[in-house]
T-cell receptor, first 115, second 113 residues
Framework: DVKVTQSSRYLVKRTGEKVFLECVQDMDHENMFWYRQDPGLGLRLIYF???????EKGDIPEGYSVSREKKERFSLILESASTNQTSMYLC??????????????FGPGTRLTVT | DQQVKQNSPSLSVQEGRISILNCDYTNSMFDYFLWYKKYPAEGPTFLISISSIKDKNEDGRFTVFLNKSAKHLSLHIVPSQPGDSAVYFC????????????FGDGTTLTVKP
């Protein structure tokens, strides 16, 4: 079974703090993604990575950055946390194997509260 | 511009009946469609998918229908079970190597015993 783990289930941070959210997958997947989920807004893509050290902006990258130094690990960084970044953050991964390219495997999520 | 829309935020059905969840899209470049299920406090899990070259795909109690001319897809669950109660997301993708998908807002399905 593919396993995607996220470093924390719940996190409380103060406005202005630098926040790191870590994601690790154990299936050697090439692609990794960071989403945020807010009520009524579904899953919105923040950043994705299709290879080590490669990254692409998603739909809402402002206020975020990412790092992928190793294939299995994809980090989301909030440079200076703000209250409007309070949300559920979901990490996902997928393989480039033909026929399975779009099936994403998600972690359990990190509920971040910024006060 | 929301390219993938699930117009019904919630749906309630009786156990044993059919659940039909709908999804509309605007981008004619989408050529692969997926449904995910999400339980509270868990990440979404892949349920079923369909390529644009097909109009139907079936997996057990779950069937996805695609109407390309109407840019509409639907997920049918027959028969519905209380364990199917969850949030269902549809997603759509353009055939690229990046594997990126665009998700809808989700529909909360409640199956009553």
């Amino acid at each position: 079974d593919v396993k995607v783990t996220q470093s924390s289930r719940y996190l409380v941070k103060r406005t202005g703090e630098k926040v790191f959210l870590e994601c690790v997958q154990d299936m050697d997947h090439e692609n990794m993604f960071w989403y945020r989920q807010d009520p009524g807004l579904g899953l919105r893509l923040i950043y994705f990575s299709y290879d080590v050290k490669m990254k692409e902006k998603g739909d809402i990258p402002e206020g975020y950055s990412v790092s992928r130094e190793k294939k299995e690990r994809f980090s989301l960084i909030l440079e200076s946390a703000s209250t409007n970044q309070t949300s559920m953050y979901l990490c996902a991964s997928s393989t480039r194997t033909s026929g399975r390219l779009y099936e994403q495997y998600f972690g359990p999520g990190t509920r971040l509260t910024v006060t | 511009d929301q390219q993938v829309k699930q117009n019904s935020p919630s749906l309630s059905v009786q156990e044993g009946r059919i659940s039909i969840l709908n999804c509309d899209y605007t981008n004619s470049m989408f050529d692969y469609f997926l449904w995910y299920k999400k339980y509270p406090a868990e990440g979404p899990t892949f349920l079923i998918s369909i390529s644009s070259i097909k109009d139907k795909n079936e997996d057990g109690r779950f069937t996805v229908f695609l109407n390309k001319s109407a840019k509409h897809l639907s997920l049918h669950i027959v028969p519905s079970q209380p364990g199917d109660s969850a949030v269902y997301f549809c997603a759509a993708a353009v055939n690229t190597n990046a594997g990126k998908s665009t998700f809808g807002d989700g529909t909360t399905l409640t199956v009553k015993p």
